[in-house]
T-cell receptor, first 111, second 114 residues
Framework: SQQGEEDPQALSIQEGENATMNCSYKTSINNLQWYRQNSGRGLVHLIL?????REKHSGRLRVTLDTSKKSSSLLITASRAADTASYFC???????????FGKGTSLLVTP | DAGVIQSPRHEVTEMGQEVTLRCKPISGHNSLFWYRQTMMRGLELLIYFNNNVPIDDSGMPEDRFSAKMPNASFSTLKIQPSEPRDSAVYFC????????????FGPGTRLTVL
């Protein structure tokens, strides 16, 4: 089942601008992850944020988590054409092993 | 580390044929996942193995689908007989824990059933 829902479905920006993607989920979680998928490739893990964390940084990526609103955001600062990809949030499930992936946000960064 | 390896990368077959997809997880990882990705349904978990044992196959769509993991370094996903609606990208992923931490994905197999 898909718990995470990304918003927007598609986002188009110019190089240098910031890109913000949001993820909402329905049930309580232990952690939330963001993955990137380039066209024709597998998913690549970007960052994991645990339920007791509110913000996490990795390079140009900034992830926030608001467990009271059951939402997370992924901010990519100073975007580059190479950031063009689909971005997925994934939440852990009650099973204790499975991840629930959303349908992703398709990001296009134009030079 | 070579990462998760999948073969073939592309498979085109005719309806009714048997299809076998292969996966080599990252060495030392004890969890393995098979996913299917389509535009309509997104990424769906088909089956999860832990220490080579199938733990959850509730995502396997029909009896036409079967998966095995004979050892820690190899898994197969078989579709017999294949149907056009099975056309999708199939991913294998592995993890060093139960899977709710980071999963490492292979490049996928794009399956087209004519």
């Amino acid at each position: 089942s898909q718990q995470g829902e990304e918003d927007p479905q598609a986002l188009s920006i110019q190089e240098g601008e910031n890109a913000t993607m949001n993820c909402s989920y329905k049930t309580s979680i232990n952690n939330l992850q963001w993955y990137r998928q380039n066209s024709g490739r597998g998913l690549v893990h970007l960052i994991l944020i645990r339920s007791n964390e509110r913000e996490k940084h990795s390079g140009r990526l900034r992830v926030t988590l608001d467990t009271s609103k059951k939402s997370s955001s992924l901010l990519i600062t100073a975007s580059r054409a190479a950031d063009t990809a689909s971005y997925f949030c994934a939440t852990d499930s009650n099973s204790g092993y499975a991840l629930n992936f959303g349908k992703g946000t398709s990001l296009l960064v134009t030079p | 580390d070579a990462g998760v390896i999948q073969s073939p990368r592309h498979e085109v077959t005719e309806m009714g044929q048997e299809v076998t997809l292969r996966c080599k997880p990252i060495s030392g990882h004890n969890s393995l996942f098979w996913y299917r990705q389509t535009m309509m349904r997104g990424l769906e978990l088909l089956i999860y193995f832990n220490n080579n044992v199938p733990i959850d196959d509730s995502g396997m769509p029909e009896d036409r689908f079967s998966a095995k993991m004979p050892n820690a370094s190899f898994s197969t996903l078989k579709i017999q007989p294949s149907e056009p609606r099975d056309s999708a990208v199939y991913f294998c992923a592995s993890s060093s824990s139960t899977g709710t931490d980071t999963q490492y994905f292979g490049p996928g197999t794009r399956l087209t059933v004519l």
